[in-house]
């Protein structure tokens, strides 16, 4: 009866199988029937004794964990225990499933269930309720004379658990810190308190105080006083050599940290890429569908005007701020997103000009803070068992205790209400349910510590648990099921499946995390729906390394990064010590990173994930002098981010590159290459985000850049690269991203561009380009941000590019194209940015075209447009630009036009416009430019256009206008 308890369970299975290799003493304890506990024995089997004789020599208990099938006895279960530890022999248990309950001995067995602890001549089987496989254990028989194992056998038992030795050797350096410190603080306090009285006993002395020292109390204040300073000069001593011991005991935590992060970071990045590489073998659509799914529920709440959000650009989030807000929550929001341009003199300029409108599901807000219940009645009893009359708050150890209590009780109800959805949801054997052991008081006292300043309220997963799905599929389906659990109510979601997120913070690892409150309680829990893959590879030391690396600070940005110059003493010292991962020295001189810098990228305690060396003045060669092939070949295990732009140098792409297979993200633009992009660039298979644009490479794409299957972003602009679109772009199947602007590529846009269903961003402007637009980029469902101005494109804009719904820019000014605008682009809702002008496009400007309520900027200009200027463009409040210049327009300007607030360029001349310029036109306060120049306008210019606050160019010539100008605002160019 006492198996099924679940205090003895969750001791059990709390913290996995582990196997137990030692004496029989050092076994798990077991709740006795008779009171007490008995080490080794269940009900009436064998009491294991302290020792057990074979001949002269002596068995040492290993522990056997055994899974056993449904009809298996206690009898089975131990012969298979026997089977398993025959002598030297390590071998993996073998994995068994049942569903049906176990009777023996008239106990009643849970299904999948593993026997527990039961002893009979040194055998020994586990117990355990986990749903799991059976875990990869081992299990032998040690000699006691000698180890019995083989010494390759050996390595191989060490090497397992070397992550985990190497944490808990760590921690328990780290933790012997703390009593050494506080013995120094002691004694300092100390020190203080009596200096301060000697000094006062010193100064009664001399001043002779009466019923001072020296009125009589004590006869000799000359001994008084010595004694006191020798007593002082003793605590300085003891001062000095508890210094000395704090200072050698983290100089021992320092260096054995040191030795150990290196390691432990290569194998932490290794496992990092065994995450990625589990993601990136799902299906995109499921990806996104997941997306989709979990912004539905993450993603809601009203907005503020001024509010920042994030939304996503390809594959990252980049900040924005909220423009308008619409009617109803489910309307779209307009935002100024932030954009960041390279320039010569600064590193990126950033500004908010570009208007987006985006539904709220996909838009990115700070999420309210979630809490804890605040202190309960079990609180205030702890705290005042005596009626004192002092409230509990947050920060105090009874209510760290009543919230471990509450933890305790709600989580067999979580588990309740989880796997009932899962079951409701069908999801079968697909959605597994892994219920962790509670987070111990001493972590949740150092989280709360490290993070929320010691409020406990704020640890929101000491009672959590994990589903475990076989895809990204199933795991929607579970996302869907356990949001919608009875008794739980989702505060908060983190979706880290994103393929926007940075997983660096968490060495790699992802999964969909929920903060739910049972409603009963108010408590809040946590679930984690993660994937089979990931929970393998996590199980499999990446858990021991992340908590290597979360304890020596490897995962807090502010202890392992740094941002500054070279002239930094420190740096260099830093890096040769391997405590710096991210080294950002941007904007340092040349003199400094070769003198300082370059010798310690190259010893061989460096390490770095990232390196960014851009804008260093004075730099002739990256190959020569700064990326050496010595440096990268030191760096190549670990680095992953590499940034060397705008630094004007020469030379070639440096080919040590090509032993930087870990890479991701390579930026080597506005830098001044010899030759073309080198054939090894294929090797960088891991690369993620390629830029090495206005670097002067010339010739043709070689072949082996279509091996970059995971390749997401790829900026070739601004080079001379020449020849027809490379068919190596299509093997780029996971690019969201495509640059190749600028450069004087020639033939077709190619049919297969259609292909490239991840495609996000093309930009093929500037280019020599001739021939149509391909129907096949309508399959492109993905595509935003459409650039093919600049080339000689003919023919008409394929109405299949309707189906691309999410296209905010069309650019495909100065070309050929011919016919009319065509009336689809009003379906495309996402359209803020249209780019028509400098065509040969004829016919009215289409009505559909009021439907795009976000427009920003419509540039029609220099075409063979006829009709009116419509009276609906007053209706498109966001313009900020109107171009409609050089066409054939006739009739009257609209008065409308003025209500275009937001209206900072109207261009309308060379046409043949008649009337007067309407008065509204004095609304425009925003409007910078208004050029009306040869049509046929008549009157007076309006007095109010003397009143434009931004104005700086008007041009009214070749008119039949009134040449009296009202007064306008120093700085304007006039023409008249």
Same mark, same amino acid.
């Given at each position: &009866?006492?198996?099924?308890?679940?205090?003895?369970?969750?001791?059990?299975?709390?913290?996995?199988?582990?196997?137990?290799?030692?004496?029989?003493?050092?076994?798990?304890?077991?709740?006795?029937?008779?009171?007490?506990?008995?080490?080794? @024995?269940?009900?009436?089997?064998?009491?294991?004794?302290?020792?057990?004789? !074979?001949?002269?020599?002596?068995?040492?208990?290993?522990?056997?964990?055994?899974?056993?099938?449904?009809?298996?006895?206690?009898?089975?279960?131990?012969?298979?225990?026997?089977?398993?530890?025959?002598?030297?022999?390590?071998?993996?248990?073998?994995?068994?499933?049942?569903?049906?309950?176990?009777?023996?001995?008239?106990?009643?067995?849970?299904?999948?269930?593993?026997?527990?602890?039961?002893?009979?001549?040194?055998?020994?089987?586990?117990?355990?309720?986990?749903?799991?496989?059976?875990?990869?254990?081992?299990?032998?028989?040690?000699?006691?004379?000698?180890?019995?194992?083989?010494?390759?056998?050996?390595?191989?038992?060490?090497?397992?658990?070397?992550?985990?030795?190497?944490?808990?050797?760590?921690?328990?350096?780290? =933790?012997?810190?703390?009593?050494?410190?506080?013995?120094?603080?002691?004694?300092?306090? +100390?020190?203080?308190?009596?200096?301060?009285?000697?000094?006062?006993?010193?100064?009664?002395?001399?001043?002779?105080?009466?019923?001072?020292?020296?009125?009589?109390?004590?006869?000799?204040?000359?001994?008084?006083?010595?004694?006191?300073?020798?007593?002082?000069?003793?605590?300085?001593? #003891?001062?000095?050599?508890?210094?000395?011991?704090?200072?050698?005991?983290?100089?021992?935590?320092?260096?054995?940290?040191?030795?150990?992060?290196?390691?432990?970071?290569?194998?932490?990045?290794?496992?990092?890429?065994?995450?990625?590489?589990?993601?990136?073998?799902?299906?995109?659509?499921?990806?996104?569908?997941?997306?989709?799914?979990?912004?539905?529920?993450? %993603?809601?709440?009203?907005?503020?005007?001024?509010?920042?959000?994030?939304?996503?650009?390809?594959?990252?989030?980049?900040?924005? *701020? *909220?423009?308008?807000?619409?009617?109803? /929550?489910?309307?779209?929001?307009?935002?100024?997103?932030?954009?960041?341009?390279?320039?010569?003199?600064?590193?990126?300029?950033?500004?908010?000009?570009?208007?987006?409108?985006?539904?709220?599901?996909?838009?990115?807000?700070?999420?309210?803070?979630?809490? @804890?219940?605040?202190?309960?009645?079990?609180?205030?009893?702890?705290?005042?068992?005596?009626? =004192?009359?002092?409230?509990?708050?947050?920060?105090?150890?009874?209510?760290?205790?009543?919230?471990?209590?509450?933890?305790?009780?709600?989580?067999?109800?979580?588990? @309740?209400?989880?796997?009932?959805?899962?079951?409701?949801?069908?999801?079968?054997?697909?959605?597994?349910?892994?219920?962790?052991?509670?987070?111990?008081?001493?972590?949740?006292? +150092?989280?709360?510590?490290?993070?929320?300043?010691?409020?406990?309220?704020?640890?929101?997963?000491?009672?959590?648990?994990?589903?475990?799905?076989?895809?990204?599929?199933?795991?929607?389906?579970?996302?869907?099921?356990?949001?919608?659990?009875?008794?739980?109510?989702?505060?908060?979601?983190?979706?880290?499946?994103?393929?926007?997120?940075?997983?660096?913070?968490?060495?790699?690892?992802?999964?969909?995390?929920?903060?739910?409150?049972?409603?009963?309680?108010?408590?809040?829990?946590?679930?984690?729906?993660?994937?089979?893959?990931?929970?393998?590879?996590?199980?499999?030391?990446?858990?021991?390394?992340?908590?290597?690396?979360?304890?020596?600070?490897?995962?807090?940005?502010?202890?392992?990064?740094?941002?500054?110059?070279?002239?930094? &003493?420190? !740096?260099?010292?830093?890096?040769?010590?391997? =405590? /710096?991962?991210?080294?950002?020295?941007?904007?340092?001189?040349?003199?400094?990173?070769?003198?300082? !810098? *370059?010798?310690?990228?190259?010893?061989?305690?460096?390490?770095?994930?990232?390196?960014?060396? %851009?804008?260093?003045?004075?730099?002739?060669?990256?190959?020569?002098?700064?990326?050496?092939?010595?440096?990268?070949? @030191?760096?190549?295990?670990?680095?992953?981010?590499?940034?060397?732009?705008?630094?004007?140098?020469?030379?070639?792409?440096?080919?040590?590159?090509?032993?930087?297979?870990?890479?991701?993200?390579?930026?080597?633009?506005?830098?001044?290459?010899?030759?073309?992009?080198?054939?090894? /660039?294929?090797?960088?298979?891991?690369?993620?985000?390629?830029?090495?644009?206005?670097?002067?490479?010339?010739?043709?794409?070689?072949?082996?850049?279509?091996?970059?299957?995971?390749?997401?972003?790829?900026?070739?602009?601004? %080079?001379?690269?020449?020849?027809?679109?490379?068919?190596?772009?299509?093997?780029?199947?996971?690019?969201?991203?495509?640059?190749?602007?600028?450069?004087?590529?020639?033939?077709?846009?190619?049919?297969?561009?259609?292909?490239?269903?991840?495609?996000?961003?093309?930009?093929?402007?500037?280019?020599?380009?001739?021939?149509?637009?391909?129907?096949?980029?309508?399959?492109?469902?993905?595509?935003?941000?459409?650039?093919?101005?600049?080339?000689?494109?003919?023919?008409?804009?394929?109405?299949?590019?309707?189906?691309?719904?999410?296209?905010?820019?069309?650019?495909?000014?100065?070309?050929?194209?011919?016919?009319?605008?065509?009336?689809?682009?009003?379906?495309?809702?996402?359209?803020?940015? $249209?780019?028509?002008?400098?065509?040969?496009?004829?016919?009215?400007?289409?009505?559909?075209?009021?439907?795009?309520?976000?427009?920003?900027?419509?540039?029609?200009?220099?075409?063979?447009?006829?009709?009116?200027?419509?009276?609906?463009?007053?209706?498109?409040?966001?313009?900020?630009?109107?171009?409609?210049?050089?066409?054939?327009? $006739?009739?009257?300007?609209?008065?409308?036009?003025?209500?275009?607030?937001?209206?900072?360029?109207?261009?309308?001349?060379?046409?043949?416009?008649?009337?007067?310029?309407?008065?509204?036109?004095?609304?425009?306060?925003?409007?910078?430019?208004?050029?009306?120049?040869? %049509?046929?306008?008549?009157?007076?210019?309006?007095?109010?256009?003397?009143?434009?606050?931004?104005?700086?160019?008007?041009?009214?010539?070749?008119?039949?206008?009134?040449?009296?100008?009202?007064?306008?605002?120093?700085?304007?160019? #006039?023409?008249?």
């Amino acid at each position: &009866e006492r198996w099924g308890r679940d205090s003895f369970l969750r001791g059990m299975i709390g913290e996995g199988v582990q196997p137990v290799v030692g004496q029989p003493d050092a076994m798990p304890l077991l709740p006795s029937t008779t009171g007490g506990s008995r080490r080794g @024995q269940v009900g009436n089997t064998h009491q294991t004794n302290n020792t057990h004789s !074979v001949g002269a020599r002596r068995k040492v208990l290993v522990s056997v964990p055994v899974w056993v099938t449904g009809t298996d006895t206690v009898t089975d279960a131990i012969a298979k225990a026997h089977a398993a530890t025959a002598p030297t022999a390590i071998t993996p248990a073998a994995e068994h499933t049942s569903s049906t309950l176990m009777t023996t001995c008239g106990r009643t067995l849970p299904p999948h269930g593993l026997l527990s602890n039961i002893c009979e001549d040194g055998a020994t089987v586990v117990l355990s309720r986990s749903t799991e496989s059976c875990p990869k254990v081992w299990s032998g028989v040690a000699d006691g004379a000698h180890s019995g194992i083989a010494p390759t056998t050996a390595l191989e038992m060490a090497s397992h658990d070397l992550d985990e030795v190497t944490l808990q050797h760590l921690v328990a350096l780290k =933790e012997a810190l703390g009593p050494k410190f506080i013995a120094v603080e002691d004694t300092r306090t +100390q020190i203080e308190i009596r200096t301060e009285l000697f000094q006062r006993t010193k100064a009664r002395i001399v001043l002779g105080e009466n019923g001072g020292v020296a009125g009589g109390r004590i006869a000799d204040t000359t001994n008084f006083t010595t004694k006191m300073a020798v007593d002082l000069e003793a605590l300085k001593a #003891v001062l000095t050599v508890r210094q000395a011991e704090f200072a050698r005991a983290v100089g021992v935590y320092r260096a054995t940290a040191r030795r150990e992060v290196r390691r432990t970071a290569i194998a932490m990045q290794r496992k990092g890429a065994e995450f990625l590489a589990i993601l990136e073998a799902q299906p995109t659509v499921d990806i996104d569908e997941l997306t989709a799914a979990v912004e539905t529920v993450a %993603n809601t709440g009203q907005l503020t005007v001024g509010e920042t959000v994030r939304i996503v650009r390809g594959d990252t989030f980049v900040a924005a *701020v *909220v423009a308008a807000v619409p009617d109803a /929550i489910d309307g779209g929001y307009r935002l100024r997103v932030q954009t960041e341009e390279l320039t010569i003199t600064l590193p990126y300029t950033s500004s908010f000009t570009e208007l987006v409108t985006l539904p709220r599901s996909r838009i990115y807000a700070t999420p309210p803070a979630v809490r @804890q219940p605040g202190p309960g009645p079990t609180s205030v009893a702890l705290l005042m068992p005596h009626g =004192e009359t002092t409230s509990p708050t947050t920060v105090d150890v009874e209510y760290l205790a009543e919230l471990m209590a509450n933890a305790w009780a709600v989580r067999p109800k979580l588990e @309740q209400h989880v796997q009932h959805a899962l079951d409701c949801a069908g999801l079968g054997g697909a959605a597994r349910l892994c219920t962790g052991p509670l987070k111990k008081v001493a972590r949740t006292t +150092q989280k709360a510590a490290d993070k929320y300043m010691g409020d406990f309220a704020r640890v929101l997963d000491i009672v959590r648990l994990t589903v475990v799905c076989h895809d990204i599929k199933t795991l929607r389906a579970a996302f869907s099921a356990v949001t919608q659990a009875d008794g739980l109510q989702v505060r908060r979601v983190k979706n880290r499946l994103h393929p926007a997120f940075d997983a660096s913070a968490s060495a790699g690892y992802r999964d969909v995390l929920l903060n739910m409150v049972h409603t009963q309680t108010g408590h809040v829990c946590e679930v984690q729906l993660t994937l089979l893959g990931f929970m393998s590879a996590k199980q499999s030391g990446g858990h021991a390394m992340y908590k290597v690396l979360r304890l020596v600070g490897r995962l807090e940005e502010w202890s392992s990064t740094y941002q500054g110059t070279a002239k930094d &003493e420190d !740096v260099a010292e830093r890096l040769r010590d391997g =405590e /710096i991962s991210v080294l950002d020295i941007t904007g340092s001189e040349f003199d400094d990173v070769r003198s300082r !810098v *370059v010798p310690a990228l190259a010893s061989p305690r460096c390490f770095l994930t990232s390196l960014k060396l %851009n804008f260093i003045s004075g730099l002739s060669t990256l190959a020569g002098e700064v990326l050496t092939e010595a440096v990268l070949r @030191q760096l190549s295990p670990t680095l992953e981010t590499l940034e060397s732009h705008n630094c004007g140098a020469g030379g070639s792409v440096p080919p040590g590159l090509r032993l930087c297979t870990r890479l991701s993200h390579l930026h080597l633009g506005l830098n001044h290459f010899d030759g073309g992009l080198p054939d090894w /660039i294929g090797d960088l298979r891991r690369l993620r985000h390629l830029d090495i644009e206005q670097c002067g490479l010339t010739g043709i794409v070689p072949d082996s850049l279509g091996r970059l299957d995971g390749l997401r972003v790829l900026d070739l602009c601004g %080079n001379r690269l020449s020849g027809p679109i490379s068919t190596a772009f299509r093997g780029l199947r996971s690019v969201t991203a495509l640059h190749l602007n600028l450069n004087m590529l020639t033939g077709t846009v190619p049919e297969w561009i259609g292909e490239l269903s991840d495609l996000r961003e093309l930009s093929l402007r500037g280019n020599r380009l001739i021939g149509g637009i391909p129907d096949t980029l309508g399959q492109l469902s993905h595509l935003t941000e459409l650039y093919l101005y600049d080339n000689k494109l003919t023919g008409d804009l394929p109405p299949t590019l309707a189906l691309c719904s999410r296209l905010w820019m069309l650019s495909c000014s100065s070309n050929m194209l011919t016919g009319p605008i065509p009336a689809w682009l009003g379906d495309l809702g996402s359209l803020t940015h $249209v780019y028509l002008h400098e065509n040969h496009f004829v016919g009215p400007i289409p009505a559909s075209l009021r439907r795009l309520r976000g427009l920003s900027v419509l540039s029609l200009g220099s075409n063979g447009l006829c009709g009116p200027v419509p009276e609906w463009l007053g209706e498109l409040r966001e313009l900020a630009t109107l171009d409609l210049g050089s066409n054939r327009l $006739v009739g009257e300007i609209p008065r409308s036009l003025g209500r275009l607030h937001r209206l900072t360029t109207l261009c309308l001349q060379s046409n043949q416009l008649t009337g007067e310029i309407p008065e509204s036109f004095g609304l425009l306060t925003h409007l910078q430019e208004l050029d009306l120049h040869s %049509n046929y306008l008549s009157g007076q210019i309006p007095g109010l256009l003397g009143g434009l606050p931004a104005l700086r160019k008007l041009a009214l010539h070749s008119n039949q206008l009134c040449t009296t100008l009202p007064p306008l605002p120093q700085g304007v160019s #006039v023409t008249v």
